[in-house]
Every structure is written in structure tokens, then in C-alpha cells.
């Protein structure tokens, strides 16, 4: 799922490849909390899984991309290591949440996630054209593919529950 602002358009345009990094981290975030969100708001089994595998993978390219940034921008690899050695744990529990299911639009959220994947596949890519560091479009090509995986996947669940056919979409 991609960053975007309520007109659906990335934030500012990213011109230095540690920028397009960021970018993307801002992407995975997104992605994990709109995911996150879907979940706490949903008593669907079957489609919180889904959301839950694919939150694994928004971490996993989180935790990719990061280290890519580490490794090619000194301050904030500096920032990491003067931060590294901090262990603060949670001082109280987190506040309760009583979702209110009735109301949810799953479909919507779903069709949502499909728009996201299918976004952050067109950002990837352009930063993928535009990136000279074999390691980064290798880790970027991954990731691609995880998120056209993701969107098919999303489909399949949209499909299931969305009495209206997609043009005979299987």
C-alpha cells in the first residue's frame, strides 16, 4: 500500500535516492496501519488472516528498506547508532478499543487495499528505473512482486464477498 494524501498523490516528489527510500518507509507504514486499522474493525477470520500475512511482508520491506537507507545515508546510520542502546518499554498498556463491526465496509477497505498495493507497485518501479544500486533493485524488484501477490490476493477476497461480478473475474 502506498502514502498518499486524500487525493490520492504521493507527498512532494523525492529526487535524491535516499529520499525515494524514505518514501517508500513511509509507504510500508501506511501500508501496516491502514492494515492494522482493517483489523481491529473487523470480526471476518478469514480476511483479518490475509491482512495479517500481508502486514509480515509491510514489515519485512520495512525492515529491507531501513537497512538500505542505513547503509547509504551516513547521518542517518549516525542517528541508528546514537539511538541503538535505548530500551524503553511500554510504561502502561494500550488503551482498550471497542470496535463497532456493524458499521465496517469491508468491501470498501479491501477495494482500498487493492488501490494501495497497486500504487505502491507504480512508486516502486519508478524508483527502480531511477536507482543505481544493484543491492536496492534487487531488494525493490522483491518487493514489487510481494505487492502484485498482495493485490491478487486481496481480489481473490473481494471477489468472494462482493456479490457483483468483475466482468467474470475468477
Do not use: C
Not at 502506498?2 to 525515494?20: C, E, F, R, V
Not at 494500550?94 to 477497505?109: F, G
Request: aromatic share 10%; net charge negative; charged share 25%.
Amino acid at each position: 500500500m502506498s502514502y498518499t494524501n486524500p487525493k490520492g498523490q504521493p507527498q512532494g516528489i523525492a529526487i535524491l535516492d535516499t529520499n525515494k527510500l524514505r518514501e517508500i518507509l513511509i509507504s510500508e507504514i501506511d501500508a501496516i496501519n491502514g492494515y492494522e486499522e482493517h483489523i481491529a474493525n473487523s470480526n471476518m477470520e478469514d480476511i483479518n488472516e490475509v491482512w495479517k500475512y500481508i502486514i509480515e511482508d509491510e514489515k519485512k520491506h520495512y525492515g529491507l528498506i531501513l537497512s538500505l537507507l542505513r547503509k547509504y545515508d551516513p547521518m542517518q546510520y549516525q542517528a541508528y547508532r546514537e539511538h541503538i542502546n535505548i530500551k524503553a518499554g511500554p510504561k502502561s498498556p494500550m488503551q482498550t478499543y471497542t470496535p463497532d463491526y456493524n458499521k465496517q465496509l469491508i468491501l470498501n477497505n479491501i477495494r482500498e487495499d487493492i488501490k494501495g498495493e497497486f500504487e505502491a507497485v507504480l512508486l516502486y518501479e519508478q524508483h527502480l528505473a531511477s536507482m543505481p544500486y544493484p543491492d536496492i533493485q534487487n531488494v525493490l524488484y522483491t518487493i514489487i512482486n510481494e505487492e502484485k501477490g498482495h493485490a491478487e490476493h486481496l481480489t481473490l477476497l473481494l471477489l468472494k464477498y462482493d456479490t457483483d461480478r468483475y466482468n467474470g473475474l475468477e
